[in-house]
């Protein structure tokens, strides 16, 4: 019953006043009822077409014909004298009226088709709309009252008064009006109620899951002095968006609650200089700060630029990879330990065996999503605050339910100076230009860098993927004599990779082919061209994020697209990047075109199947569901209370059919 009642319509159609047939306009699609006359099966000259015609006539007395091309069992299912309903597009020749039938059904003792705003349901072969509306009818007649989980808060009660909205349907007459509406306007409001629910069920998941909703943290202090300090010793001023991301993560660091906080923004927008101020703080307040990197080269990077921020302000920062020699690994340790370190950046090396921390008070961790859930929990163990930050903009409703437990910065502007990467399209065609140009580029001393995707058929991706790179570099190594040219694949191990990045950065060849394993955060100065071959096959943030690794040295840089396929569709999402920079507004367009499935580039494991809730276009439910998520659950964090029994039998019914995603 539960699942027939949460099979919802796919669409509705208006019949409340269906017209005569003397209504309808030549050529228009249009729902009549007619009363059969008779009907013939007419086989036309053209060979082994079939056409059945059948003749009705509608309740004002005029005649109309029906004709389906080559489906001859539709005879047995209209006997003289029964009532159909049938939709299709209508013809008018001189008196007489025919229609091209697409769908028709009899209209039966009840008349659930007929005289409403009718349902139309996601039907498999066999099964046909009337049936499904009358099992629907019948189930909601079974019902006297549909009980409601949310009933405590929609009459205003329960934790801080947050229903969905003044004015919310119950669960009873949202499922009804869902299903069978009075009026457009029923309808709208019975779809928000539900929409509200699946948003409502999905955070309290994630939120419970990762145990993080109510957890005491540290609280620390600041003070608009300390603040000044940081400031004071940076070689810049601070964005708008980094000073309103600075205040937001001060807060959190102020209040008892464990901070919990995505920090997202484009490459290069400056969240490193944010994520240091907060260790600074921390550092101030006597805890250690440690900063995760899912790669050595990016540690290190992170390394330098602390050091630059933090060592004008007596701040100690360490280092710690697997690539150190044993003895430099263990004098790391014990000044952890002691308490002599007050920031220590690294790898996983950081959570393995042997690392001890004297007081770990902020834990930044770096793109979290290439950290494997129980590597972070052992850093995690003191229940520090912790700062998550991601280079790759995802729209601010998919990150707060995939990140349900995290609250969601955004750095919205890019620090002066930064000059725009100028794209272009080019087809296969053209494709020769691309790399006239890079030649030109290297000329001038500049490095490029040459992407190709995944290929995902053959024996095995990482296979194909090494043949493809392969191939592209020996055809540039034809095309390009003169050119130094290295590769970079998915098979190397991370510290082959490191190595490889290394003497790019130092200048030891001038063109790099390589698969999407360089979109993670290295700066390579020099590096003023990017190419991507069949773009067509990336996600748009994902493009976004391959051209961000260019441009990084203030130099004028550039970022050509190869499309491999010239649709007029595949042209127009990739438009999107040729004509905008800014990663957010990109990512949003991204989860239009495609959906959130493949937002990530990874394939989102457990992305719920979302029923009626649209990510695109949900942001304010989604808001609003999250907050009665988080109230309820500080006022009850394992729904044990017994006004929260029905909404925890809800979640654990729904459990089954949503897959969820541990977060921190």
Excluded at 246 to 253: H, Q, R, S, V
Excluded at 331 to 358: K, M, P, S, W, Y
Excluded at 400 to 406: E, F
Aim: charged residues 25%.
């Amino acid at each position: 019953m539960r699942d027939l009642l949460h099979y919802y319509p796919r669409r509705y159609e208006d019949r409340r006043t269906l017209q005569g047939v003397r209504e309808v306009e030549d050529g228009t699609k249009a729902t009549l009822v007619g009363r059969v006359l008779s009907r013939e099966l007419v086989k036309t000259p053209r060979k082994g077409l079939q056409l059945v015609q059948v003749r009705f006539m509608d309740g004002w007395g005029w005649k109309f014909t029906g004709i389906w091309f080559n489906q001859p069992w539709v005879l047995k299912q209209m006997p003289e004298g029964a009532s159909m309903v049938l939709s299709g597009r209508v013809q008018k020749r001189g008196g007489q009226v025919s229609m091209m039938v697409e769908y028709f059904e009899d209209e039966g003792g009840e008349s659930l088709s007929t005289g409403r705003i009718v349902p139309v349901y996601p039907a498999k072969e066999g099964i046909g709309q009337a049936f499904l509306r009358r099992a629907v009818w019948r189930a909601l007649e079974a019902f006297q009252e549909i009980p409601d989980p949310l009933e405590p808060y929609l009459k205003g009660q329960g934790a801080a008064n947050r229903a969905p909205e003044p004015g919310a349907l119950a669960l009873d007459e949202a499922l009804r009006q869902a299903h069978f509406p009075d009026s457009e306007a029923r309808l709208e409001q019975a779809l928000y109620r539900l929409k509200f629910d699946e948003f409502l069920l999905l955070e309290l998941k994630v939120m419970i899951q990762s145990g993080g909703s109510a957890l005491l943290g540290r609280m620390f202090r600041v003070t608009p002095g300390m603040i000044e300090r940081f400031r004071s010793t940076l070689p810049f001023t601070l964005t708008g968006a980094q000073e309103r991301v600075l205040n937001e993560i001060l807060e959190d660091m102020q209040s008892e609650r464990q901070m919990a906080r995505l920090v997202q923004g484009d490459v290069g927008s400056g969240k490193t200089a944010v994520a240091a101020a907060a260790l600074y703080v921390a550092a101030q307040n006597g805890a250690q700060g440690a900063l995760m990197a899912p790669t050595e080269i990016l540690a290190k990077q992170h390394f330098e630029n602390l050091t630059r921020y933090l060592y004008p302000l007596g701040v100690s920062v360490d280092l710690l990879v697997g690539s150190m020699s044993a003895s430099e690994k263990r004098a790391v340790q014990e000044r952890l330990r002691n308490g002599q370190t007050q920031v220590v950046v690294g790898t996983h090396a950081l959570i393995q065996d042997g690392v001890e921390f004297h007081d770990l008070g902020l834990a930044v961790i770096d793109e979290e999503h290439r950290f494997g859930v129980l590597q972070r929990r052992r850093l995690l163990g003191q229940r520090p605050d912790v700062l998550v930050m991601s280079a790759t903009p995802i729209p601010r409703s998919l990150a707060l339910t995939l990140y349900g437990d995290l609250e969601v910065s955004q750095i919205d502007e890019l620090p002066p100076g930064r000059t725009p990467i100028k794209t272009k399209i080019l087809t296969q065609k053209t494709r020769t230009q691309a790399y006239a140009f890079a030649r030109q580029e290297i000329q001038k001393g500049h490095q490029v860098f040459v992407v190709t995707p995944m290929i995902e058929e053959g024996e095995s991706e990482a296979t194909a993927e090494l043949a493809a790179a392969t191939r592209l570099r020996a055809e540039l190594e034809t095309l390009l004599p003169d050119v130094r040219i290295d590769l970079l694949h998915g098979k190397m191990k991370p510290d082959e990779k490191d190595a490889v990045m290394e003497r790019f950065k130092l200048g030891a060849f001038d063109l790099l082919v390589s698969t999407t394993v360089i979109e993670v955060g290295v700066d390579i100065p020099q590096a003023t061209l990017m190419i991507i071959e069949n773009a067509e096959r990336f996600g748009l943030a994902q493009l976004h994020q391959l051209r961000g690794r260019v441009g990084r040295g203030g130099l004028e840089s550039y970022c050509i697209l190869i499309a491999g396929e010239t649709s007029k569709r595949t042209l127009e999402r990739l438009r999107v990047i040729e004509t905008s920079t800014d990663g957010f507004y990109i990512a949003e367009q991204d989860l239009k075109l495609r959906g959130p499935g493949e937002l990530r580039g990874v394939r989102q494991s457990g992305m719920p199947d979302l029923r009626l809730g649209d990510l695109a276009s949900d942001q304010e439910i989604i808001e609003q569901s999250r907050a009665l998520a988080k109230a309820i659950l500080e006022a009850d964090p394992y729904l044990d209370n017994p006004e929260h029994a029905l909404l925890k039998r809800e979640l654990q019914a729904r459990a089954e059919a949503i897959g969820f995603r541990e977060v921190i």
